[in-house]
Each structure stands twice: as structure tokens, then as C-alpha cells.
């Protein structure tokens, strides 16, 4: 009599452990995101003029010509609210990317209304728009890391229980 071929469950994979490394890292990073656009003076303005002669520097040996003190601002905005969806999207999953950009968006909008009644700040558009750049990417990458720790949690649950049923 022929054995009946064996099925194998391929248990569910656990929730993926980015959502913890999110929460700790909001927990983290809202402040300082908080302090660095809040603060009535902007800390960088301290280290303008350094920063004006790297980046003169730079320009000087053909290296950058490219940046200036604007452009840098711009960047700087951009980076900050990357890591921000980034965590985000680990805390919301990858299927609520879209809300992780709309919030770090309403964050933005929040910081350059009140750093408009704030003295020695500028609110400003670009900013806002630098910003959602920023959170539109930090979403991306978190959607891209969280398919590919999902694919390799499913490969090592699908090796396990093959190995379970060729041990069983």
C-alpha cells in the first residue's frame, strides 16, 4: 500500500521584530527631531561659518560645486525625516507606508507653523516639501526592509518545518 505523501504547515511567520526597534526608535528620534526644529536659535547658524569654508573647501578642488549653504539646509531636512518614516512604517507595517508619510507631512506642517511665531526661526515651504522628500523615502526604504525580513523569516520557517517533517 502506498504511504500518503506528507503535508507540511509552514507555520505563519512571527510579527516581524522591526515594529519594537520603531517604537523604541520614535521614542528617540521625535525629540530630537523636536529640539533640532524647534529651538529658538537654528543650531546650525553657530557652525555657518565652518561649514561655508568646508564647503568653499570642496568647491575649491572641484569636489562639490554643486553644494551651498542652501542646498545643505535642504539636504539636512531631507535626512531628517528619513529615519523618522522609516520607524514609522516598522511601528505601522508596510501596508500603512502612506500613513507614515501623511504623519511625518503633518509633523512638518506642525514645526513650520509654530516656527513661524517663534523669533530668530523662518518657517518656510521648502522646508515642508524637503521634509516630505525625506518621509516619502524613509517610507519607501521601511517597506523595502520590511518585505525582504518578512521573506527571510518565511524561508527560515519553511527550512524549519521540512526539517521537523523529514526528522518526524
Known sequence: MPSEPRVVVV???????????GIVGLLLGIPV????????THFLLRAKPRVVRGIEWLQARDLADWLSWTRLEVLANVAMF???????????????????????????????VVQHFLPGRVASVRDIVANSIGALLGALLGVVVEVVVRAVQRRG??????R???AG
Open 11 to 21: 507555520p505563519r511567520a512571527r510579527r516581524v521584530p522591526l515594529r519594537r526597534l
Open 33 to 40: 527631531v523636536l529640539v533640532v526644529t524647534l529651538w529658538p
Open 82 to 112: 528619513v529615519p523618522l518614516a522609516l520607524l514609522l512604517v516598522f511601528v505601522l507595517g508596510a501596508r500603512r507606508w502612506w500613513i507614515a508619510v501623511a504623519l511625518c507631512v503633518a509633523l512638518s506642517l506642525g514645526v513650520e
Open 157 to 162: 520557517a519553511l527550512a524549519e518545518a521540512q
Open 164 to 166: 521537523r517533517a523529514s
